[in-house]
Nanobody, 128 residues
């Protein structure tokens, strides 16, 4: 049974920083994509960033590319999302997710259907 536990959310002022963590357990993730998604009230869930567990290939959404960094610690089976220069529009519930890297994955790394396992979500609120 795969379990993902996300943490690190909170309330921060605009311009501030937060680091989200997602600890995975239940299996090893060889050649898997470790991703972060977010969902703001009244909006659809959207992809934020993703990273390969094998070769470190990564992707991030245009809206966060210069501000957010995804990384992983293989020894801890943990993926991180370092968020800087936060804006009010970054307010959302953030979810980590894991899925196998199937052919064509990197053409649409923000495809929700490509991820098999999801964390419970952690709230990020940015006050302006």
């Amino acid at each position: 049974q795969v379990q993902l536990v996300d943490s690190g959310g909170g309330l921060v002022q605009a311009g501030g920083s937060l680091r989200l963590s997602c600890a995975a357990s239940g299996r090893s993730f060889d050649s898997a994509a470790l991703g972060w998604f977010r969902q703001a009230p009244g909006k659809e869930r959207e992809g934020v960033a993703s990273i390969s567990s094998s070769d470190g290939t990564s992707w991030s959404a245009n809206s966060v590319r210069d501000r957010f960094t995804i990384s992983r610690d293989d020894a801890k089976n943990t993926v991180y999302l370092e968020m800087t220069s936060l804006k009010a529009e970054d307010t959302a519930v953030y979810y980590c997710a894991v899925g196998p890297i199937r052919p064509g994955f990197w053409a649409r790394p923000d495809n929700i259907a490509a991820y098999d396992y999801w964390g419970q979500g952690t709230q990020v609120t940015v006050s302006s």
